[in-house]
Nanobody, 130 residues
């Protein structure tokens, strides 16, 4: 089971670190992603991370967060993080972490496909005031 936490009410320009912890699963065995869903909007991809062997991880971001958000994983802590900086009011959403089979995407478009993620956690709400 996945659980996202670390959200909160912040002001524009602030930062947060969201965490995704797992129980009963070893996250290093999965490709991981972060998604978000704003009120009245469809769920959208935020960031994805895939292990790629000796060269480390392959990471993909949506254009709307590139340069502001950073996804990372700490296998020793069985946790995936999303560092969110320079927050904007339009970043307000419930943020979800999700897991899919390891090495299951090659292209960015594949990484963004929510239907391919098999395991979802409860989200954490991020509210950004202007």
């Amino acid at each position: 089971q996945l659980q996202a936490f670390g959200g909160g009410l912040v002001q524009a320009g602030d930062s947060l670190r969201l965490s995704c912890a797992a129980s009963g699963r070893t996250l290093s065995n999965y490709d991981m992603g972060w998604f978000r869903q704003a009120p009245g909007k469809v769920r959208e991809f935020v960031a994805g991370i895939r292990w790629s062997g000796r060269s480390g991880s392959v990471i993909v971001y949506s254009d709307s967060v590139k340069g502001r958000f950073t996804i990372s994983r700490d296998n020793a802590k069985n946790t995936v993080y999303l560092q969110v900086n320079s927050l904007k009011p339009e970043d307000t959403a419930v943020y979800y972490c999700a897991a899919r089979d390891a090495l299951s995407w090659v292209t960015a478009a594949q990484a963004m496909d929510a239907a391919k993620y098999d395991h979802w956690g409860q989200g954490t709400l991020v509210t950004v005031s202007s």
